[in-house]
Structure formats: C-alpha cells, structure tokens
C-alpha cells in the first residue's frame, strides 16, 4: 500500500520486505497477504458468517469486509455513505414535480371573502342577499345533467309486471311475435341482421361486444388486431353474421349446487365450458375477463 507510513517501514523478512495493507491494518510481507488472501480475505466465514473454525492468519485477516457478519453490507461496498457534495438551494428538481398552482385555489378565498362581504351588508335580508351574490358571481349556470341509463345491458327496461284483461288477451292470440320483449333490438324473424344492425346504431352495444367477445381470429396478439379482427379477416366477419343470440335473451342457470357440482366456473362442465355465453372474453388490453358489471353485478349485453 502506498502510504508515507509504508515508505518510513524499514521491516525485512527472508521473503522480502514487509507492508501495511488493508488501510494499514494489516502488517506482513506479500507471501502471506497472497496465503490470507486465498483463505478469503476476512477473518470470518462469508457462507456462515462465523469465524467459530477459522484459525490460519488470524492476524493478517481483518474483519472488515464488504459485508459484515450479519450479512450487512458496509461502507466499504458502495463508499462512504456521507453526502459527498452540499444540497441544492435552488430545489430544480422539487420544483420539476409540483404542479403549478390552479387559479380556483386563489377564486376559492375571493368568493369565501365576496360572501362574506355580501352576508355583513344584507345581515337582516336573505333577499338582498342573494341579489348581491348575483351582482358578485353573476346568475347561477345551469344544472349538469348526467348521462342515466336505467335499461338494463342497454336493452330493456326491468321486469314490470303488466296487468290485461281477458278480452285484450284473446283479441292477441295468434298474433305473430316480431320482436322479443327482454330484448327489443332482436328480431325474431332475422336474429343475426337484427343484432348486427343493434351494434352499428348503438355505440355503447358496439363496445361491450368488442370487449366480450370470445371468439379469437387475430392473426397475431397484437392490441389493435385483437380489437378489430372480428371486422378486418374473413373468418371474423363470417363468425359475426352467424351470430344469432343476445345475452339479455337468455336466462342462466341459477341452481348453485348444480353449478358448483359440476365446476361450472372453471369451465369443468361439459355442457357449459364450450358455450360462447359462458366462455370468457378473448385477451385484449381492456377487458376483464368477466362478462358481467362488476360493480352492478348485472349481465352486460353482447351477441353470440
């Protein structure tokens, strides 16, 4: 180790002459730092971390190490762990991931302070009052009125009960049934037309059947032709026009110790497992593989 401390040795053995090694906490010739070395360096055992059985150059093997006895590792592995340099002032990189400031955060403290002004001046009158917010904030916009589907799967509305006499029973019997009454958009007359023609006007029939679609024809995995395979390949347009069948039409079956019995959920059963109602949605980037709200738990629609 070259050190003042080493040049100032004057030590000589048979072997040569004898140097500080190991921050000068080792003391001998290079022949036994070389035998040392070989046993490992440390003065422990790295596999066990004991020295319990270590009894060769126990005075030319230190027990510092890059990992101490507990496994650790030391200071002697990646450096010092002290800042080398002081912090920056400036902060550039705190300021790189703060978002600035929004103006409703300095909008909110003037109304609360404009409210407040208009509550002291109209004390003893709620109608002069709300006059002088209306000078203030001008007049109140409009209510937001929110997209509320209550059609189930976007098809039908829910089950009601409906109440007929006698005569306007008979009056219909015989009468050919058109459309299904659980599922208007299908046509009893022709299921597959009706259907596609109920995915190309309604957007949101069109991205539940995409993403519960099970049948995959996608030449390769890839995001967009899973999406769109159905639509571009041959085989896909030719599956799409046989589909003749609406999930809302359909009643499942509800014994649960018969679905259970028969692992139904796992595609065990038989009857079940190779039914495009019940087999999962093919792979794609945004589906869940259910096809079922997860949060209504109710049955989403799609054709198959």
């Known amino acids: 180790m070259a050190s003042a401390k080493n040049d100032r040795l004057l030590a000589r ?21 070389g035998l040392a070395e070989r046993l490992g360096g440390q003065g422990y055992n790295i596999l066990n971390n004991s020295d319990q059985h270590e009894v060769y150059f126990r005075d030319l093997r230190p027990t510092e190490h890059i990992v101490d006895d507990k496994g650790r590792q030391t200071r002697h592995f990646f450096g010092a762990r002290r800042r ?22 300095d909008s909110r403290a003037d109304r609360r302070t404009q409210t407040q002004l208009a509550q002291m001046e109209n004390m003893q009158s709620y109608d002069g009052f709300q006059r002088r917010c209306h000078e203030f904030f001008g007049p109140v916009p409009p209510k937001k009125f929110q997209v509320h589907n209550a059609r189930y799967a976007n098809e039908a509305e829910k089950l009601r009960p409906r109440i007929t006499t006698k005569d306007q029973w008979q009056q219909r019997r015989g009468e050919a049934m058109a459309h299904s009454h659980t599922a208007p958009s299908l046509s009893i007359a022709d299921p597959a037309a009706s259907l596609a023609r109920a995915v190309r006007e309604d957007p949101r029939k069109e991205a539940s059947q995409r993403q519960l679609e099970s049948a995959n024809v996608a030449p390769r995995n890839v995001g967009n032709l899973l999406a769109t395979a159905m639509d571009r390949t041959a085989l896909g347009r030719s599956i799409s026009e046989s589909q003749r069948h609406c999930s809302v039409n359909r009643v499942e079956n509800a014994d649960f110790s018969v679905s259970r019995k028969n692992n139904h959920f796992s595609s065990g059963d038989r009857l079940t497992r190779a039914d495009p109602f019940y087999m999962a949605p093919a792979i794609g980037i945004t589906n869940n593989s259910v096809k079922y709200d997860i949060i209504s738990n109710e049955r989403r629609w799609f054709k198959y």
């Open 84 to 105: 080398k340099f002081g912090g920056d002032e400036r902060g550039l990189m705190a300021m790189s991931m703060q978002h600035p400031d929004h103006p409703r955060q």
């Open 13 to 33: 053995t048979v072997e040569g002459s004898v140097n500080y090694y190991q921050g000068h906490k080792v003391k001998c010739t290079a022949a036994d730092r």
